[in-house]
């Protein structure tokens, strides 16, 4: 018989077409279970052998917030800063009283007005509840030392109510600190541990490798996110610890800096994939990530304030998605200063994100060898 079949009548008819193979070839085989935890540990084991990424995702941050600190005390925390209390009401009267030993502010002035050299201004409510404060601006921490004089007065758990003579609100270094040593430790783990840890894999073949595996080429990326959002929910802990030690952050404040910390690292971390999945080596994409650090920390007002520059480029500046992100952790802690409502903030940082997340998968590419 030949490789055409015939009909019983004779006639010839025409070769049957092969009935496709529906298995699942290398690459697209549904995974077996557990495969997805296998790779999440392997790629958790592969940055926890990275000490570099560990020691600019998690150690610098952390000298960094201390070096903040030790400037601050150097530069902000002068005093005792002199104030006046005004109003003739007994609530007055006893707050210059608890203030008069000069530890950290020192009351001066009457009711009939502030003397010379006041770096503030403050008016107690009838009920005593809350403290109107006018500051003055060439005094940027008399805010700060009068929040921890409080509580040696027997005048804790009051709200501070302060403002500028200029009618801005006055700038708190720890409100500032805070958010900005969060933001650049979710941007070192975004380019140093993401980014470069991505690009190391395709030089070095490995992900190539798991492509000939069963794995979902899906999955094998998304292996590498546990690891790092568990290292950014850490990061988070750590700085809400420190806030609220600070009186900075109350529980509701908290759950709404778990939701910018979470719409954050979605934007970082698709600036370190679209990286990380089209740079061709690790020595250009540590100079791209060492160059585009600094660039954006003070471009963003996460490292120096957004105040300190020109008011025209300031406006400008703080529209970029990290000084967005910047913001938006600052409505979280108390004192801290904005620049636009938290929601716009949300909104901006998450269509930022998608789009890059949807560049970083077009862009992806499995290895570092150069198309033809």
Partial sequence: MSALDTSPTGTRTAPRAPVPDDSPGPGTAAPPPGQFKALAKGMTKELVRDPMALFFSVVFPVLLAGLFVAIMQLTWAGGPY????????????????????GSKVTAVGSPRGAPEGTEAVVAPSA??????????PESPSVVSALRDALPQTG?????VDAIGTDGSPPFEPMPFVVPGVLVFALMSLALSATAGTLVSLRANGTLRLLRTTPARPQAILVSLLPARGALGLALLAVAGAVATALGLLTPLSGLTMLLTTVLGMWLLMAVGFLLGGTLRSPELTNAISGLLTPLLLMGSG????????????????????????????????SGGVTRHQQWLDWLLIAGTAALLTIAAVRAFRWDTEKKN
């Fill in 155 to 159: 005048w804790d758990g009051r709200e």
């Fill in 82 to 101: 002199k104030i006046a209390v005004v109003g003739s009401g007994t609530q007055a009267t006893e707050l210059r009283d608890a203030l008069g030993d």
């Fill in 302 to 333: 996460v490292l120096f304030p957004l105040e300190l520059m020109p008011d025209g480029l300031a406006d400008v500046l703080s529209w970029n998605p990290v000084a967005l992100l910047g913001d938006a952790l600052r409505h979280d802690v």
């Fill in 127 to 136: 009920d005593g509840d809350t403290l109107r404060v006018v500051t003055d």
